[in-house]
């Protein structure tokens, strides 16, 4: 396509995104998924591809993809099998990858997004299982140049789920949003892990269309999507990457079109260092891969199937708690947000709400934990054992046992820095709240010394109220409610200016 002006065309995009599926052990073998292990550690005949090893499937990968498919509202299929995709790549050591081609697992779902407060629905064409290939290190021995490649098959055959989605997406920044989107989805459901290496990788294929023949209802008709010279960027890693990966491509043949060239269908690999596309290949065709039927492993299909997809389910997804948070709870948008930004955060606060008041606990959990935790750089899941710890905490704050300022300050972050309970800290310090007499002694006291201040209070000055209160809080040693001191101060002075009686 040569069009004069970049103004002239839009760009469209689609997305295939490879979802490694968290299970314990490969899809077709018995290997273990851990990471972190020494190369080609967890390997077996089957997942190098040896001669007369046979695969097995993996239920905890087939329950997990229909899961998926459920979460994105996608038709789960009724007959379901397995192909050969041949293709040669070293890290690929049978020579073909075993995936699904013409009967998916799922089909015919939708993902939608908030596009600057409007509501976008971005279709899944499909959703189907396959083998992940092993992985390469490129050496490099200092002269300035790659010197040889290592292959680790540790990570071939881990379980993938390869989502596809129709060409619907029309910006960078609709990307990024819908693979934030999906990886949150994706955590809730409990079938993904975002912190293990590579385990959302998106190829993102972007054609440049003219504004034209876009429909009025936004639309693009089929014929002129499969006569646009398609661009396929491979390997971006994070949904802020297809973003600047996107916008780098898009701007590239935008430039190209300006000065008279040609857009020509190509692969191109995805240089994050660097910040650009570069080539890599021409791009394959389907009869390129020389599809056929995986014999070695069954076709899911009949009433088994059928009652199996019946009896899984999913959890609330992390868009229906947030609103349910917001209505049930009576929580700002931002507040239920904060809360539903984990599955694990969402979870400690249904523990925590179901004894106190919805604000003090959301104030307790999103502001609060996740803030300390936040600055030290740990997640809530890493604090799993603790929760409880953190639940009695908070009960001691609720029940006037400790100040928030204490419990925060003090007690949690002893508790995270020295893994004591706050039991333990609480003994240590001495921090447990000052009885009433013992307050209204300590007031007594301020006002008897600080006979300035008062006259200033009496006067009308609000700040010599807050100096007044400070004072009270030293001789507590900062174990009272700041609260009821001003309370009890107000209550002496305006009752007799400091004399020394029993207060009704």
């Not at 590579?198 to 209802?217: K, Q, T, Y």
């Not at 297809?242 to 043949?253: D, F, H, M, N, P």
């Not at 004894?355 to 030290?376: H, T």
């Not at 899941?381 to 009960?395: M, Q």
């Amino acid at each position: 396509m040569v069009q004069n002006k970049e103004g002239d065309v839009i760009p469209v995009i689609g997305l295939e995104v490879h979802v490694q599926l968290e299970t314990d052990t490969k899809i077709f073998c018995g290997c273990s998924t851990k990471e972190g292990v020494e190369p080609n550690v967890n390997v077996c005949p089957v997942c190098l591809g040896l001669p007369g090893s046979l695969p097995t499937l993996n239920e905890a990968a087939v329950r997990g993809a229909v899961k998926i498919g459920k979460a994105i509202g996608a038709d789960i299929s009724k007959e379901t099998s397995f192909h050969r995709k041949n293709y040669f790549y070293p890290d690929l050591p049978k020579g073909f990858q075993i995936t699904q081609y013409d009967e998916p697992i799922c089909t015919e779902g939708e993902i939608e997004i908030n596009v600057e407060g409007n509501r976008k629905r971005i279709r899944i064409e499909r959703a189907h299982l396959e083998e992940d290939p092993g992985s390469l290190q490129h050496v490099s021995e200092g002269r300035g140049k790659e010197d040889y490649v290592l292959v680790d098959y540790n990570r071939a055959g881990i379980p993938l789920v390869e989502i596809v989605t129709e060409p619907d997406l029309r910006a960078p920044k609709e990307v990024r949003l819908f693979l934030a989107k999906l990886e949150e989805d994706l955590e809730f459901l409990g079938v993904f892990n975002s912190n293990r290496d590579g385990s959302l990788r998106a190829d993102a294929n972007v054609s440049l269309i003219r504004i034209a023949d876009v429909n009025e209802d936004g639309t693009i008709d089929k014929k002129i999507l499969q006569s646009a010279e398609r661009i396929e960027i491979k390997n971006i890693s994070s949904y802020k990457g297809a973003e600047k990966a996107l916008v780098y491509e898009i701007s590239r043949q935008k430039n190209t079109i300006m000065h008279g060239g040609e857009i020509k269908q190509e692969t191109r690999h995805w240089d994050e260092n660097r910040g650009i596309t570069t080539p890599m290949r021409s791009k394959e065709t389907e009869g390129d891969y020389r599809y056929f039927t995986e014999f070695d492993l069954p076709i899911l299909s009949g009433e088994w199937w059928d009652e199996y997809i019946k009896n899984i389910d999913i959890p609330e997804l992390p868009e229906a708690k947030r609103n349910r948070f917001y209505e049930e709870y009576m929580l700002t948008e931002e507040v239920a947000a904060k809360l539903t930004s984990t599955k694990d955060v969402s979870e400690f606060y249904e523990l925590v709400v179901e004894e106190f008041d919805p604000d003090f606990a959301a104030r307790w959990v999103a502001d609060i934990i996740l803030g300390e935790l936040n600055y030290r750089d740990i997640d809530i899941g890493d604090v799993e054992s603790r929760l409880d710890e953190f639940r009695r905490l908070i009960a001691y704050v609720a029940g006037g046992k400790i100040t928030e300022k204490n419990a925060r300050s003090i007690v949690l972050r002893r508790m995270l820095d020295e893994g004591s309970s706050p039991e333990e800290i609480l003994d240590q310090e001495e921090l447990e709240v000052s009885d009433d007499k013992e307050v209204r002694d300590f007031v007594l006291e301020v006002i008897e010394e600080n006979k300035d201040a008062v006259a200033d209070y009496e006067r009308g000055e609000s700040n010599a109220m807050n100096y007044l209160v400070g004072q009270v809080m030293v001789k507590t040693k900062g174990n009272a409610n700041p609260a009821f001191i001003n309370q009890i101060l107000k209550e002496i002075i305006e009752n007799g200016g400091g004399e020394k009686k029993e207060l009704q």
